[in-house]
């Protein structure tokens, strides 16, 4: 496990242990990339709803989810710009952390949310048959393999959503709620393609795309149990 991750899991540990919780939510999150392929969550590994209130109308809290992604787009890559999936299966460790204003009643709340995220994805793998296709459909070359690196790092964004509450008794309660992410993270790819050329000549070309990022946006939707402390 990076450094990173291992960084973003303490941030996690010292808010819930210093914080003065007020709730705790398991969920089952589902992420659908604007770009890219429906993902799933690594169930029970989606923790959510750790902070405290803020007076009676607002909190602030955090939490994080683990997902498996099927598929993530990568922009800013030239002739290989396509909206399928460029990274393939994966897993991201997503954080956010999110200003909460709530309306809570006796049975039932409902919470709009925004604020902003970090994720880190590991254990990375290129989609060459959607690369090479890319690269086929923008250069009108017959036949192309590409042979790419690529430098993997953190990335930001920010969201917002809202949420609904049903409370089923006093310790515990029924959430449903969606939330857009807007992310992206440096992905610098380098490497070559070849092919057969539009005049039927073997070519290779060199590429190096410095300023290639790893889209994260997206709608998440989630279902969830939350418990009252």
């Known amino acids: ?26 969920s089952f999150s589902y ?8 993902s799933t969550p690594i169930s029970p590994f989606s923790l959510r709803g750790i902070g405290f209130n803020i007076g009676n109308y607002m909190a602030l809290q955090t939490g994080f989810s683990l997902y498996r992604m099927a598929g993530m787009n990568v922009k800013n890559i030239g002739e290989i710009e396509t909206k399928k999936a460029v990274m393939g299966p994966n897993f991201t460790l997503m954080v956010p952390v999110e200003y909460v204003f709530q309306f809570v009643g006796k049975r039932q709340e409902f919470r709009i949310k925004g604020g902003g995220f970090a ?3 590991f254990d990375n793998k290129l989609n060459y048959g959607n690369i090479d296709r890319a690269i086929r459909s923008n250069t009108n070359w017959s036949v192309v393999n590409a042979d790419l690196n690529f430098d993997n790092s953190l990335g930001l964004g920010y969201f917002f959503g809202a949420e609904y509450v049903v409370k089923v008794t006093r ?3 029924l959430s449903l709620e969606a939330n857009y992410f807007i992310g ?3 992905f610098p ?3 070559s393609y070849t092919g057969v050329n539009t005049v039927g000549d073997i070519e ?3 590429v190096d795309y410095k300023d290639a990022k790893l889209d994260f946006t997206g709608l998440e939707i989630s279902i969830g149990i939350i418990i009252y402390q």
């Open 1 to 26: 496990m990076s450094r990173k991750i291992i960084v973003i899991l303490i941030l996690i540990s010292f808010t819930s242990q210093y914080g003065k919780a007020q709730e705790v939510g398991l």
């Open 31 to 38: 992420f659908i990339p604007k770009n890219g392929e429906f």
């Open 119 to 121: 994720f880190q994805t």
């Open 171 to 173: 310790q515990w309660g």
């Open 184 to 186: 992206d993270a440096d």
């Open 189 to 191: 790819l380098k490497g």
């Open 204 to 206: 290779t070309k060199d």
